[in-house]
């Protein structure tokens, strides 16, 4: 015995009309506006997190640089380097990307259209980036991210190794 009325189907009917449809259409728009926005709120987290770790890691390096290997240190500035290098690059990147999007919106502002025309032309311009930056963010953002942390711990686990043997009077790695 089924618990689905038989009028209903596997699944909801579709919108019976342009005002169901248009809900349909602002929950959508409501729910990208959500993830959007946290997705935001994440790309901040993780950034202050990041820049905590590169304080973090070059205050620790510069403390016991004295003690490790030449090698050790060149390793660590290597490492460091190469995950601060793909972040800042990263940052201008979407320093750019906003840039251009607002001179984009500038565009539109300056065309003297009237309220209507505005709100229509904004609002093609909006669904077409949108949907490309979201995807371009997530990829590129996920991308760095990696290319970000494995360099960066890399470098804190030969700081910690090399902490970890001066205490415990180990050899230190890598001469």
């Known amino acids: 015995m089924s618990l689905v009325p038989p009028n209903l ?3 909801p009917t579709p919108p019976e009309d342009e005002q169901q449809q248009a809900l349909a259409d602002q929950y959508r728009d409501t729910v990208a506006d959500i993830q959007s926005r946290l997705f935001d709120k994440a790309v901040t987290y993780s950034n202050l997190i990041m820049a ?6 070059f205050t620790i390096w510069g403390n016991i640089k004295e003690q490790l290997p030449a090698c050790a240190n060149i390793w660590i500035a290597l490492l460091l ?6 972040f800042v690059f990263y940052q201008v990147w979407k320093m750019a990307s906003h840039v251009l999007h ?4 500038r565009e539109i502002l300056r065309d003297n259209l009237s309220l209507g025309q505005f709100f229509k032309k904004y609002n093609e311009f909006q669904k077409k980036t949108e949907r490309s930056s979201f995807r371009s963010s997530i990829l590129y953002g996920s991308i760095c991210f990696v290319l970000c942390v ?4 890399g470098a804190l686990g030969l700081l910690f190794y090399n902490l970890t043997a001066t205490v415990a009077v180990w050899p230190m790695w890598p001469h």
């Open 81 to 86: 380097g190469i995950s601060l290098s793909i």
């Open 102 to 105: 607002f001179l984009s919106v």
């Open 52 to 57: 905590a770790g590169y304080a973090g890691g």
């Open 150 to 153: 494995l360099p960066a711990l």
């Open 9 to 11: 189907g596997v699944g």
